[in-house]
C-alpha cells in the first residue's frame, strides 16, 4: 500500500501500524469527538438508525472474517444474531445474570452454534455451502418460534443494561456504549486479519488445497472462522436485543443475512473497512428513501417495497462496475491524490 510523502517503515511494529502519522491520529480523535457530540445535536430518529446502523455493521465485521478472508459463504449471519439475542435474554431475564456477562455469554453460544453449521465446510463449498448456511437460517428461525423455553411468538424480554448503577435506556446513553463497543470490535477484526491466524484465512480463500499443501490444518481455520464470525453476529443480536428490550424472531430474517451479505459487497469483501462502508453506505440510501417517500406520493409499504428494489439494482450495479467494493475505490483514491499532479 502506497504511504503518505515522507513516511517510512523503520520497524516492523511501524510497517503494522494502522494510524501512522500525526495527522492521521489528529482526524481519528477529532472524528471520534465529532461522532461523541452526535446525541446533543442531531434528531432523535437520526440518532435511532445510527445505532441500528452500528449493531449491523458489528454483525458485518464477523461476515468480513468469515466470508471476505475466508472465503466461506454464510447466508445464515442473521439466525446467528438471534442465538445471541436469545443466550443474553435468557441469561438477564430468567436468571438474573448482568448485561456485562450475559453479552460475551451470547457471543460464544452463537459461535458454537456457528461450529456445528459449518461442520460441512470440509466436504463442501461455495453454492454448497451457501446452501448448508441457508439450512442455518431456516432452523434457527423454527426453532425461536416453536420453543416454548424461548417465549414462541412473544419472544422474551431483554432489560436495559446498565454501567455503576446508570440505566442506558435512553437512545443517547446506548449511543455511546454501541459507538465504544463498534470501534473496540472493529480494531479487534483489523488485528486477527493482520496476525498468523489472517494469513492462514486468506490462503484458504485463494486455494484451500495450496494451503493445505503449506501445511495449514484447513478445516480448523475454517471451523474457527465460522466461529469467530458468528461470534460477532452474536454480540450483535445481544446488543440488539437489550436495545429494543425484547428478542424476537422477527428481527433475525432471511432478508437481514442476505442484505448483511449486500453491504459486504458493496463495502468490499477484502478489508475490514469495507464493512463499515458498505453498512453506511445501504443504511443511508435505505433511511433517505424511507424519509423521502411520502414526499413522492408513496405510502409506508410502497416506499418500503420500492426501496428494497432501488437497494437491489445499486448492489447489481457494484456486482458488475465496482466489483471490489468503495474500500477498493477509496484506495485508488487516497493513491490519486497522493501522487498529484505527477501521472505516475
Not at 116 to 133: D, E, R, W
Request: hydrophobic content about 50%; proline content about 3%; some cysteine.
Amino acid at each position: 500500500m502506497s504511504l503518505p510523502c515522507g513516511t517510512y517503515n523503520r520497524s516492523y511494529a511501524r510497517d503494522m501500524a494502522i494510524i501512522r502519522t500525526r495527522a492521521q491520529w489528529g482526524m481519528a480523535i477529532a472524528g471520534i469527538a465529532l461522532l461523541c457530540c452526535f446525541p446533543r445535536f442531531i434528531p432523535l430518529a437520526w440518532l435511532n438508525v445510527l445505532n441500528f446502523t452500528m449493531i449491523t455493521m458489528i454483525a458485518v465485521f464477523g461476515l468480513s472474517i468469515l466470508t471476505g478472508y475466508t472465503g466461506q459463504i454464510n447466508i445464515g449471519q442473521s439466525a446467528f444474531m438471534g442465538v445471541g439475542a436469545y443466550t443474553s435474554a435468557v441469561l438477564a431475564t430468567n436468571f438474573g445474570l448482568p448485561f456485562w456477562v450475559a453479552l460475551p455469554c451470547a457471543g460464544i453460544m452463537a459461535g458454537v452454534t456457528g461450529l456445528i453449521f459449518g461442520a460441512p465446510s470440509l466436504k463442501v463449498k461455495g453454492l454448497y455451502l451457501a446452501l448448508a448456511t441457508l439450512a442455518a437460517q431456516f432452523i434457527l428461525h423454527w426453532v425461536f418460534m416453536h420453543w416454548p423455553y424461548l417465549g414462541g411468538h412473544e419472544g422474551v424480554s431483554a432489560p436495559y443494561p446498565s454501567i455503576a448503577g446508570i440505566s442506558l435506556k435512553t437512545t443517547g446513553s446506548y449511543f455511546y456504549l454501541l459507538l465504544g463497543l463498534t470501534l473496540l470490535m472493529g480494531i479487534f477484526a483489523k488485528n486477527i486479519v493482520r496476525t498468523r491466524l489472517g494469513r492462514a484465512f486468506i490462503a484458504i480463500r485463494d486455494n484451500d488445497k495450496a494451503a493445505e499443501g503449506m501445511g495449514i490444518n484447513v478445516y480448523n481455520y475454517k471451523l474457527l472462522a465460522f466461529f469467530i464470525g458468528c461470534f460477532y453476529a452474536g454480540i450483535a443480536g445481544s446488543l440488539l436485543a437489550h436495545y429494543t428490550g425484547f428478542a424476537n424472531y422477527d428481527f433475525y430474517t432471511l432478508d437481514d443475512s442476505v442484505w448483511m451479505l449486500g453491504m459486504l459487497i458493496v463495502g468490499g469483501l477484502g478489508g475490514i473497512m469495507g464493512a463499515v462502508y458498505g453498512t453506511l453506505f445501504i443504511k443511508l440510501i435505505e433511511q433517505a428513501f424511507l424519509i423521502n417517500a411520502p414526499r413522492m406520493g408513496l405510502s409506508t409499504v410502497q416506499g418500503a417495497t420500492l426501496g428494497t428494489v432501488l437497494l437491489g439494482i445499486v448492489i447489481v450495479i457494484f456486482i458488475i462496475f465496482e466489483p471490489r467494493g468503495l474500500q477498493h475505490r477509496w484506495e485508488l483514491f487516497k493513491a490519486s491524490y497522493r501522487l498529484w499532479p505527477f501521472s505516475y
